[in-house]
């Protein structure tokens, strides 16, 4: 191997290495994790009509994934499951690690 091609491959080791260090820095972040069911547009007409039993209809139909965001981020999809007597989510889709990274 050339001199100036094994420079090269030391210097993408190290970036990798240096990459590796500061995903270990992150790594103790907390971040919020919120799961959405849905959403809707409302008129604030419509927002201060409503009381207690009232129902709006969501954009999603039932049995369709929830979003599950990390800071406002969605990074996968869900289901509801039971843990105990708690919500739990499933995952059911992970978008790559790489990539919600980036976005967070």
Sequence with gaps: M???EKSNV?????TKDAGIENL??????EV????????TELK???LLRLNEGSVVEL????????????NGVKIAK???VMVGERFGIRFT????????????
């Design 2 to 4: 050339a001199e100036n």
């Design 10 to 14: 030391e210097n993408e080791i190290d």
């Design 24 to 29: 270990k820095v992150l790594e103790n972040i």
């Design 32 to 39: 919020k994790l919120t799961v959405e069911v849905g959403s």
């Design 44 to 46: 604030i007409r419509d």
């Design 59 to 70: 954009e999603r139909l039932a049995g369709d994934p929830l979003d599950i965001l990390a």
């Design 78 to 80: 869900g289901e509801v």
């Design 93 to 104: 889709e992970v978008t790559n690690p790489e990539n919600r990274v980036q976005k967070l």
